[in-house]
């Protein structure tokens, strides 16, 4: 009777371990969402510009963008360190102002990022000219 009795408590126990298992698989197959810090999810078409072209040195500019995902926030590096912030709209397009405050005149790159992105995946690069 004793022996009856922990083989039925024993194939409960496996077949609770079994149906767990078979309950959790799902979820631990899913993509887990980004939040912040995982890989950069690009379009593929990204681009930005600056207005005015050329710009003068003091002066304020405007770095724009489109074709990025909806709703990201971004990091634009300009020129010699200079950083500034930007939210990316409904559409995948993106506007902020800056001055130009540099030390030297000449050719300005502008790289793109998604705010948080560890791995600093370039998303679209520009340039511009200050005189």
Request: charged share 15%.
């Amino acid at each position: 009777m004793q022996n009856a009795k922990s083989t039925r408590f024993l194939w409960r126990f496996f077949a609770t371990l079994v149906m767990g298992a078979l309950l959790i698989a799902p979820l631990a197959a899913t993509p887990k969402e980004d939040k912040g810090g995982g890989p950069t999810r690009r379009t593929g078409s990204e681009t930005c510009w600056v207005t005015p072209d050329p710009v003068a040195n003091g002066s304020q500019f405007t770095v724009a963008g489109q074709g990025f995902k909806p709703g990201i926030t971004l990091d634009v590096f300009v020129g010699e360190g200079g950083i500034v912030f930007a939210q990316v709209l409904g559409d995948g397009t993106f506007s902020c102002v800056d001055r130009a405050t540099f030390l030297s005149i000449g050719t300005k790159q502008i790289k793109v990022y998604q705010m948080g992105d560890r791995h600093m995946t370039v998303l679209a690069i520009c340039s511009f000219t200050v005189n």
